[in-house]
Each structure stands twice: as structure tokens, then as C-alpha cells.
């Protein structure tokens, strides 16, 4: 098996592979000395290896990755398309505006999510059946009036959005070297975080005492239900530095907190969508 061979092969669909692995020399010498001390049969699981350094992460991690983004994007959806076919629900005016174009950017989200999972030769995960009381199906959860009530739909709303940024932070590390669907997941992670904002000062316009933005883990909502959404965004430490008093300068805890927002694992978001899923 002639390496260079592999890599020239390989430079013809991507012509950057030889600076991909240039700041790996030590593997690459390393790889070639592996080459000469076991059978040649054991050599693909090194390039394996190699390659795997060199591009990020498997194909199985990015299609774990985008069929759970897919997941949170049909609940998003879903949710604001009935909250939208609702009569009566949302006021008339720039509020109905502003849900309606939500609406449009969360099946736009479905869009892509599908149509990356399909270009991996993958069948995206069929759309739940939801319950948007939180009920696990009971249709009687703690946001019961979710579709009834327009403060309690903002809430939830709140929460999906806060939820799902978060949730996309968390898992941006697993497309690392993906090019256009890296690029593409951070744009929807921008969107979204422009969607919990825009709900907060909607919720601020109708006296709820929020902001943009979250103050340490405080949910904004009072209740226990939700706060799983919020656990861990009280860190005023950020790469190993604390950021409240730094340098002497006056930065208070709140302002410390409210500057980064904190990613959620895969299995921290799927509990707390659970109860929405029937």
C-alpha cells in the first residue's frame, strides 16, 4: 500500500488534504513507522485513524449529531406552526408577525437537517408525537394552557429557544471540519439565539421580569419544571478565567453570567424534552 498514492488520490477531491495534516507530522511520522512493524492487513486501521485526526469526526457522530438536531427542530416546528393555527391565541399585529416568521425559520431548520442526514446516504428520524403540556401524552402537564393561555405559550416558547441554544452549542465540537454543515448548524445556532431573545422582550413588553438575555440560572418563568433549561448558565469562569472582577474592573456577577451562554450534552437536552414527547 503506497501512502502517497492514497493522498494523491485523495487531493484531487480535496485539495487542502496535505495542510490538514501538515500540523500532524509527528502522526504522519509516526503512521509510517507503524506501517513498517505489523502486517499490512493492520495499515487501513491506522489511516483510519489518521484520516479521522485530520477531518473531525465519524460519519456515524455527524448523523447522531444532525438526526438530534433534526429532533429538536420538528418540536420547534411543530410547536409554533399549531401555536400560529391557533385562533386567538397570538394578538394580532407585529406579535403574530414575529411567531409567524419564527414558524418559518424552524420548517426551514427541518429542511436542512433532512436534506444533510439524506446526503450522508442516512434516512432522517420521523417527526414524534408531541405534547406540548409536557405531559408525556397525559395532554395535562404543567404548561396546560400552552394553547389557550398567550403568556403561558410564550414561556414554553422561551424555553425552546433557550433550550435549543444551548443545545446546539453543545454539540458544535462534533462537526468540527465539516465545512458546509458546520457552517450551516452555527447559523441555525445564530438564529436561534436571535428567536430567545427576540420571545424574552416579548415577555418583557407583557411585564414579565426578564431580559435578552439569561442572568446566572434564573429561568424567568418560577417554575421547577423548566429549570433543567437553566442549570449550569451561573458559571462566571470562562477558559479558566473568572470574568466577574477581572482586572480590577467593576463586572458583576450577573454581567459575568449573561456574556456566554453555557452548552447542554446530548443526554441533558433529551431529558428535558422528554416530557414533551409522547
Not at 469526526?57 to 433534526?70: G, I, K, S, W
Not at 474592573?249 to 428535558?272: K, R, S
Amino acid at each position: 500500500m503506497n501512502i502517497l498514492n492514497i493522498l494523491d488520490e485523495i487531493e484531487k477531491v480535496d485539495g487542502e488534504v496535505y495542510e490538514r495534516l501538515n500540523p500532524r507530522r509527528k502522526a504522519m511520522k509516526d503512521f509510517f513507522n507503524f506501517g513498517t512493524k505489523v502486517a499490512a492487513a493492520a495499515v487501513p486501521l491506522a489511516l483510519g485513524s489518521m484520516f479521522k485526526a485530520a477531518y473531525g469526526q465519524t460519519t456515524a457522530t455527524v448523523e447522531q449529531v444532525l438526526q438530534y438536531a433534526l429532533t429538536l427542530e420538528y418540536l420547534e416546528s411543530e410547536f409554533y406552526i399549531k401555536a400560529v393555527a391557533t385562533a386567538g391565541l397570538i394578538p394580532a399585529g407585529a406579535a403574530l408577525g414575529a411567531i409567524t416568521t419564527i414558524r418559518d425559520h424552524e420548517s426551514q431548520h427541518v429542511t436542512f437537517f433532512r436534506s444533510a442526514i439524506t446526503s450522508l446516504g442516512k434516512t432522517p428520524v420521523s417527526k414524534p408525537t408531541f405534547d406540548f403540556t409536557a405531559g408525556n401524552g397525559s395532554g395535562t402537564g404543567p404548561f396546560s394552557k400552552v394553547f389557550t393561555d398567550y403568556d403561558t405559550f410564550l414561556a414554553v416558547s422561551q424555553v425552546f429557544e433557550d433550550t435549543g441554544v444551548r443545545a446546539f452549542k453543545g454539540q458544535a465540537p462534533n462537526l468540527l471540519r465539516q465545512g458546509a454543515v458546520l457552517t450551516a448548524a452555527l447559523n441555525v445556532h445564530s438564529v436561534e439565539a436571535r428567536h430567545a431573545s427576540h420571545i424574552r422582550q416579548m415577555r418583557k413588553a407583557r411585564g414579565a421580569n426578564v431580559k435578552p438575555w439569561i442572568t446566572g440560572k434564573d429561568n424567568g418563568i418560577g417554575l421547577a419544571a423548566v429549570q433543567a433549561s437553566y442549570d449550569g448558565e451561573e458559571l462566571d469562569t470562562q477558559a479558566g478565567v473568572k470574568i466577574t472582577g477581572i482586572n480590577g474592573q467593576a463586572i458583576t456577577f450577573n454581567a459575568a453570567t449573561e456574556a456566554f451562554d453555557e452548552p447542554l450534552t446530548m443526554a441533558q437536552v433529551l431529558a428535558i424534552v422528554d416530557p414533551f414527547i409522547v
